[in-house]
C-alpha cells in the first residue's frame, strides 16, 4: 500500500507539473520528440511527459528596440552616426522560432544596411529635412525582409541624426545668420508700419481740422444770413406798423429829415439831399430863428 501511494503521489505531481496555463498576448511552442508539434494559445493545456516539451514563450505585444548610432556616408561624402527605434509586433510563432537565428540581431542588422543605403542616396540638406521619407522607406523594406521570420515591422524611426562637429558648427553659424536676417526683416516691417500709421493719423487729423473750419464758416455765414433777415424782418414789420398807422405827409417828411440827420453823421464826404427835405430844412431854420428872435 505503502508502494502504491508513493507511486499515485508522483503521478500526480506529474501530472499537475505538465498542466500550464498560457496568459494573454503569448504564445509557446511545443515541440515532441524535438519536432514541432504545436503552438499553444492562450487558456489552459496540458503537456504530455516526457514526450512534449515547451521550445519558446513567445510574446505577442508589440516590441521596441532601440538600436546604437550607426556610421552612414551620404552622398555628399558627409559621415554621421544616426541611431533608429524600430517598433515591431510577432504575428507568426511558429515562423520566429524557426525562421531565424537569434532575430533582434538580424532585425539590428538589417536596420543598419537599409538605413546605409537609403542615405547614401541622399544629401546632407535632404538627409536633415527627409526623416519622415526614410522612416517609410525603412518601415517598407524591413517588414518585407522581416516576413518569413513571423515579423511586421509596425514603424521606424530616425531618433537622432548626428553630423560630425565642423558640419554642426557651420549648421549653428547658418541658423543664427537666418535669425539674424529675419529679425531685420521684421524691424523693418515693423517701422514701415509704425510710419504709415503715423503717416495715416496726420492725414485724418488734416482732415478733420479742414471739416471742421468748413463747418465753422458755414455755421458762421448762416449766423449772418439769419441777422440780415431778422434785421429785413424787423424793418417790414416796423413799416408795416407804420402802413397801418396811415401817417401824413408831414411826419413821413419828419421822418425822413431825422434819417438825413443820421446820415449826415457819419463819414460820407458828399451828400444829395432830396428837394422835398430841403423845404423842410428851411422851415426848420426858419422856426428856429422865430424861437431866438421871441
Do not use: C
Request: glycine share 4%; proline share 4%; net charge negative.
Amino acid at each position: 500500500m505503502l508502494y502504491l501511494a508513493i507511486i499515485i503521489a508522483l503521478i500526480l505531481v506529474i501530472v499537475i507539473a505538465n498542466i500550464k496555463i498560457v496568459p494573454q498576448a503569448h504564445a509557446y511552442i511545443i515541440e515532441r520528440f524535438g519536432g514541432y508539434h504545436q503552438t499553444w494559445g492562450v487558456g489552459l493545456h496540458f503537456k504530455v511527459p516526457f514526450v512534449d516539451r515547451i521550445a519558446s514563450k513567445v510574446s505577442l505585444k508589440e516590441h521596441v528596440v532601440d538600436f546604437p548610432p550607426q556610421p552612414v556616408i551620404t552622398e555628399d561624402n558627409v559621415t554621421m552616426q544616426i541611431d533608429t527605434v524600430v517598433y515591431y509586433q510577432i504575428t507568426d510563432p511558429k515562423l520566429y522560432t524557426y525562421g531565424v537565428e537569434r532575430p533582434m540581431m538580424a532585425i539590428e542588422n538589417l536596420t543598419a544596411t537599409t538605413l546605409r543605403n537609403i542615405i547614401g542616396d541622399l544629401e546632407l540638406d535632404e538627409t536633415l529635412t527627409s526623416r519622415d521619407t526614410v522612416n517609410t522607406k525603412m518601415r517598407a523594406i524591413l517588414d518585407e525582409a522581416t516576413d518569413p521570420w513571423g515579423i511586421k515591422i509596425n514603424r521606424v524611426e530616425l531618433k537622432n541624426i548626428m553630423p560630425p562637429k565642423e558640419i554642426q558648427d557651420a549648421m549653428e553659424r547658418q541658423m543664427k545668420a537666418e535669425r539674424e536676417r529675419r529679425e531685420s526683416i521684421l524691424r523693418a516691417e515693423g517701422e514701415k508700419k509704425s510710419a504709415i500709421l503715423l503717416a495715416e493719423g496726420e492725414k485724418e487729423s488734416a482732415i478733420l481740422r479742414a471739416e471742421a473750419k468748413k463747418q465753422a464758416a458755414i455755421r458762421e455765414a448762416e449766423g449772418e444770413a439769419e441777422a440780415i433777415i431778422q434785421v429785413k424782418t424787423a424793418i417790414a414789420e416796423g413799416i408795416r406798423r407804420i402802413n397801418e398807422a396811415k401817417p401824413t405827409e408831414e411826419y413821413l417828411r419828419i421822418k425822413a429829415l431825422e434819417s438825413f440827420e443820421t446820415a449826415a453823421n457819419g463819414k460820407s464826404t458828399k451828400i444829395i439831399i432830396p428837394s422835398e427835405i430841403q423845404g423842410i430844412a428851411g422851415l426848420a431854420t426858419a422856426v428856429k430863428e422865430i424861437w431866438k428872435d421871441a
